[in-house]
């Protein structure tokens, strides 16, 4: 997937890739780990692109594993505009 130079994916170049809903959920995990910390050796410390998506996969097989009840397989709906 395309980066924008700050390293983060663009969101509408997401929609021309075809994301399901688990992938939608796995970047905006990510996204939000992004200010969580690790702890090595008594030192915080931020957790790396690859960790924040290692434990974004994790979370969203985690969730797909069963029935999928929250439908993460399904493709996912651009939303552009208020949906009023």
Not at 70 to 84: F, H, M, N, V, Y
């Amino acid at each position: 997937m395309p980066t924008s130079p700050s390293g983060l994916t663009l969101v509408l170049d997401m929609f021309l890739y075809h994301m399901t809903r688990g992938d939608l959920l796995k970047y905006r995990l990510a996204f939000a780990l992004s200010r969580a910390a690790k702890v090595v050796r008594g030192l915080r410390q931020g957790l790396t692109e690859d960790e924040r998506y290692a434990v974004a996969d994790h979370v969203v097989a985690q969730l797909k594993d069963g029935d999928d009840p929250w439908r993460l397989s399904d493709e996912a709906q651009p939303k552009i505009g208020p949906t009023t």
